[in-house]
């Protein structure tokens, strides 16, 4: 039973649009929400978070949208870069996740086309 | 450095070996995670610390699977009688001491892994 769910296994986009990746969860505890970029045979890296009281978190290309009624959130980059092209997972975790697991989504993979 | 250090990066073991994991935090971090990563899935939640103290260790497969971290640091993940269904990339990740408010949410920061292949 999947409490994270990314749907999107890939996604490409042209260099300079708009890329969105979205992410549905089940579990209505989940407080805190991550997204995390993984590029082969490295870790994954912190992108931006977004606590489950706002709607919204912005740093520069990077937003995330939180929609708790409909247990879903989205992360757009804007405008895209060939250097975005990664694996991305949302993750979420039921307390603050400097001290509680995070669960994770399978990834999406984005393509920047140049 | 300044990034989570796990070492090896590689590990081949033959069925039945066992084999130590190992993970050096970012200084001064005091939570630190193991999780599991298959091919083509996200990573799944092994075992956590808050200094030395493992506080979960829900998320280990059985009883072949051990961690400790006995000085508050460095931290290592211990396989006894591996078996093929162990292989995997092993990721560690710390984060600092969380904050009193709501918007101070802690990320993790992860190490690059160590990639497991029991043959």
């Known amino acids: 039973d999947q409490q994270v769910k990314q749907n999107s296994p890939s996604l490409s986009v042209q260099e300079g649009r708009i890329s969105i990746l979205n992410c549905d969860y089940t579990?209505?505890?989940?407080?805190?929400f991550l997204w995390y970029k993984k590029y082969p045979a490295e870790g994954p890296t912190f992108l931006i978070s977004?606590?489950?009281?706002?709607d919204k978190n912005e740093d520069g290309r990077f937003t995330v949208f939180l929609n708790k009624s409909a247990k879903h959130l989205s992360l757009h980059i804007v405008p895209s870069q060939p250097g975005d092209s990664a694996v991305y997972f949302c993750?979420?975790?039921?307390?603050?996740?400097?001290?509680?697991?995070?669960?994770f989504g399978k990834g999406t993979r984005l393509s920047v086309i140049a | 450095g300044a990034g989570v250090s796990q070492s090896p990066r590689y590990k081949v073991a033959k069925r039945g070996q066992d084999v130590a994991l190992r993970c050096d935090p970012i200084?001064?971090?005091?939570?630190l995670f193991w999780y599991q990563q298959a091919l083509g899935q996200g990573p799944e939640f092994l075992t956590y610390?808050?200094?030395?103290?493992?506080?979960?260790k829900s998320g280990l497969p059985s009883d072949r699977f051990f961690a400790e971290r006995p000085e508050g640091s460095v931290s290592t993940l211990k396989i006894q009688r591996t078996q093929q269904e162990d292989s995997a990339v092993y990721l560690c990740?710390?984060?600092?001491?969380?904050?009193?408010?709501?918007?101070?949410?802690?990320?993790?920061?992860f190490g690059d892994g160590t990639r497991l292949s029991i043959l």
């Open positions: 993750a979420a975790s039921p307390g603050n996740s400097g001290n509680t697991p995070l669960v």
């Open positions: 579990n209505s505890m989940f407080d805190y």
């Open positions: 990740a710390s984060s600092k001491r969380v904050g009193q408010t709501h918007y101070s949410n802690q990320p993790q920061h």
């Open positions: 977004i606590s489950s009281i706002k």
């Open positions: 200084s001064g971090h005091v939570s």
């Open positions: 610390f808050q200094n030395e103290a493992q506080l979960d």
